[in-house]
């Protein structure tokens, strides 16, 4: 719908404000949410994890094989007070991803976020990396957003 000059000119009510908290810090409360974290038994997704865990989420750490994300679940619990549970998985493999979000729910009764983190480099020149490689990387650096129904991403 467009708008005339004279309509423009106009004044105009703005629209209100929505409710929230004042405090940007309680904007970044996620208690009683469950994340998901892919790559969460270290590094950049271990840092992801401590964060949710301390904005009040209940985490899913998703692990491919470094099973500290195990203990990890198990120290983040003790600590915050919060759910927090290990699963193991291999994110190329699309089904794979669908039955563990289903899972996710299931355990948690909920899925509010979802953090990709998860991925791998194959560290040699382009030239030298095998078509099997290559699938290999794709399928866990581009397939989760396909698992998730993201199909404008595939």
Not at 94 to 116: N, S, T, Y
Request: proline share 5%; net charge negative; with cysteine.
């Amino acid at each position: 719908m467009s708008m005339t000059l004279e309509e423009a000119q106009v004044p105009r009510q703005p629209n209100p404000v929505p409710s929230g908290p004042d405090n940007v810090l309680e904007q970044f409360n996620l208690k009683g949410r469950v994340v998901v974290v892919t790559g969460a038994a270290e590094g950049i997704g271990g840092a992801v994890v401590d964060s949710m865990a301390e904005a009040g989420a209940n985490v899913a750490l998703w692990y491919r094989s470094n099973d500290k994300a195990v203990t990890k679940a198990e120290e983040l619990a003790k600590k915050h007070g919060n759910k927090f549970k290990a699963y193991q998985i291999e994110i190329s493999d699309p089904e794979k991803v669908q039955e563990l979000v289903a899972k996710v729910v299931e355990d948690f009764g909920r899925l509010d976020v979802m953090i990709a983190n998860a991925g791998m480099a194959i560290s040699k020149p382009i030239l030298e990396t095998s078509v099997e490689e290559y699938k290999k990387q794709f399928a866990v650096n581009g397939e989760l957003q396909c698992s998730l129904g993201r199909k404008e991403q595939c």
